[in-house]
T-cell receptor
């Protein structure tokens, strides 16, 4: 079945540091890949997505590239802000078992001023 | 455009009781998904409804059930509540015809506490 493995957290960075959160997946076929963000006390929000190999999703300074050869979708940001402190979830949605998105366990990011 | 809404925001029950959680999808969305997010754990898929039918179910006991109404809103029912059912329950919706590769839009969640 499908699975998503995320970098374990928590991750603590200073403001303006470079961020990488690793995500690898196992899936049959060609899934779509997503990063969601959950701010404290809120539900999940879609941060970015990529639907095919070599696609780059980007939003709010975050970006991730769909790498089929390494089955990865790592999240990066060049300069984090305190307001980026949140839990980040990598997810995939496959064309088989449609409707069931598979989520990673989440990575908690804390950015200190 | 209004987002996914859930009610109530918080729900406190005692062991053995029943809980009913409600979700209204984004207008035009026909699929509704339910997830459980227990403290310290990731999202666990519960149920998927599309066009009024249950399409997929996660590894949860039968006391977790639900339905989708003709207006595409949905209800999640949890019977015979147990302490470990305490969690944030998230509802999401997606547009029709997405099939695989669907982007899901999440509501703010219902925090269920079982005492």
């Amino acid at each position: 079945g499908n699975s998503v493995t995320q970098m374990e957290g928590p991750v603590t960075l200073s403001e303006e540091a470079f961020l990488t959160i690793n995500c690898t997946y196992t899936a049959t076929g060609y899934p779509s890949l997503f990063w969601y963000v959950q701010y404290p006390g809120e539900g999940l929000q879609l941060l970015l997505k990529a639907t095919k190999a070599d696609d780059k999703g980007s939003n709010k300074g975050f970006e991730a590239t769909y790498r089929k050869e390494t089955t990865s979708f790592h999240l990066e940001k060049g300069s984090v802000q305190v307001s980026d402190s949140a839990v980040y979830f990598c997810a995939l949605s496959g064309r088989t078992n449609a409707g069931k998105s598979t989520f990673g366990d989440g990575t908690t990011l804390t950015v200190k001023p | 455009e209004a987002g996914v809404t859930q009610s109530p925001t918080h729900l406190i029950k005692t062991r053995g009781q029943q809980a009913t959680l409600r979700c209204s999808p984004i207008s035009g969305h026909t699929s509704v998904y339910w997830y459980q997010q227990a403290l310290g754990l990731g999202l666990q898929f519960l149920l998927w409804y599309d066009e009024g039918e249950e399409r997929n179910r996660g590894n949860f006991p039968p006391r977790f059930s639900g339905r989708q109404f003709p207006n595409y809103s949905s209800e999640l029912n949890v019977n015979a509540l147990e302490l470990e059912d305490s969690a944030l329950y998230l509802c999401a919706s997606s547009a029709p015809g997405q099939g695989g590769g669907n982007e899901q839009f999440f509501g703010p969640g219902t925090r269920l506490t079982v005492l």
